[in-house]
């Protein structure tokens, strides 16, 4: 059952959500998919990071279903984390447009590197974690969508680097759409649970976050 860690706008008053004790947090998960109920791979996805110890995953369309977005609060949560993962599905070869409302408000103009002085997100490091309606043969400049796929994240990726951010390799999954229309097929729920299960290895991975064994996660 998904069920993250959040604030939820219902939950306390926007004022007192915006300054709030936060934390130490090793990483934060800004989740963005305006069609969860009908998406199998998101909701998986979801599940999967939930899960993890010191992982801070914000939905965005649960929070602010009215694009009202608390940003001092969103700021607060990315000042506070090392690693920042963003999970979306890919649609129409743009991210959600919520996920784009909160670049546009979060991130400051100011945060930038600038002649010589070190973006205000030095030391971090942040990827996204996509999932794609078509096939990876399509995602090629003689494939139906005639670019690669890193060329359609080329504005989240500048976004994080311009502020100094490192910029590490998308987890990517692709033929998302098929899980509309073969919601029984075990091959794609198969996919689907590889696909969560590598991406919460992966993250575990670059948080530093330890197994129940004692071990650290993707090891």
Request: aromatic share 10%; hydrophobic share 45%; charged share 20%.
């Amino acid at each position: 059952m998904y069920n993250p860690v959040m604030t939820t706008p219902n939950a306390i008053p926007r004022e007192a959500a915006a300054t709030p004790d936060q934390p130490a947090i090793n990483a934060l998960v800004v989740f963005a998919d305006p069609s969860l109920h009908r998406s199998r791979i998101s909701r998986r996805v979801a599940e999967a990071v939930a899960g993890l110890p010191g992982v801070q995953v914000q939905d965005l369309y649960q929070l602010y279903p009215d694009f009202y977005i608390d940003v001092r609060r969103e700021r607060a949560l990315l000042k506070a984390a090392p690693l920042v993962v963003f999970v979306f599905q890919l649609a129409w070869y743009a991210m959600p447009a919520l996920l784009k409302e909160w670049f546009d408000t979060v991130f400051k103009p100011e945060w930038m590197a600038h002649e010589g002085r070190p973006g205000r997100l030095s030391g971090k490091s942040a990827w996204a974690a996509v999932a794609c309606p078509g096939l990876e043969a399509g995602y090629r400049a003689a494939g139906i969508h005639a670019r690669p796929l890193e060329d359609y994240l080329a504005p989240l990726e500048q976004s994080a680097r311009a502020c100094g951010m490192d910029w590490l390799a998308p987890h990517v999954f692709y033929g998302a759409a098929a899980g509309s229309n073969l919601a029984a097929d075990p091959d794609y729920a198969a996919a689907a649970e590889r696909h969560a299960d590598e991406l919460r290895r992966l993250l575990a991975r670059h948080a530093g976050l330890e197994t129940e064994t004692g071990g650290h996660h993707g090891t």
